[in-house]
């Protein structure tokens, strides 16, 4: 599952709310929280294991995973 997991502080709620940008971004919506960042975290797993399958189980398209690519460094020649 390698998908992007975003973990948020909510002053209004007082929990963490996780939320999946790849999934919302395709329509689907669905967000969990904790009232810890591991629990947050735990329940987003879930959330994501079980977005998939209903996916899967309803014959959705199932959203590309956005990956993150780290830039390369400079070689020394065009560092200055």
Not at 20 to 49: D, N
Not at 59 to 80: K, R, V, Y
């Amino acid at each position: 599952m390698k998908y992007s997991m975003v973990i948020q502080w909510s002053d209004e709620d007082q929990v963490y709310v996780v939320s999946f940008p790849e999934w919302e971004a395709a329509g689907h919506s669905g967000h969990v929280h904790g009232a810890t960042y591991a629990g947050a975290a735990r329940q987003g797993a879930k959330l994501l294991e079980n977005l998939i399958a209903w996916a899967q189980r309803d014959n959705d398209p199932i959203p590309t995973p956005t990956l993150f690519t780290c830039a390369p460094e400079p070689s020394p020649s065009t560092a200055n």
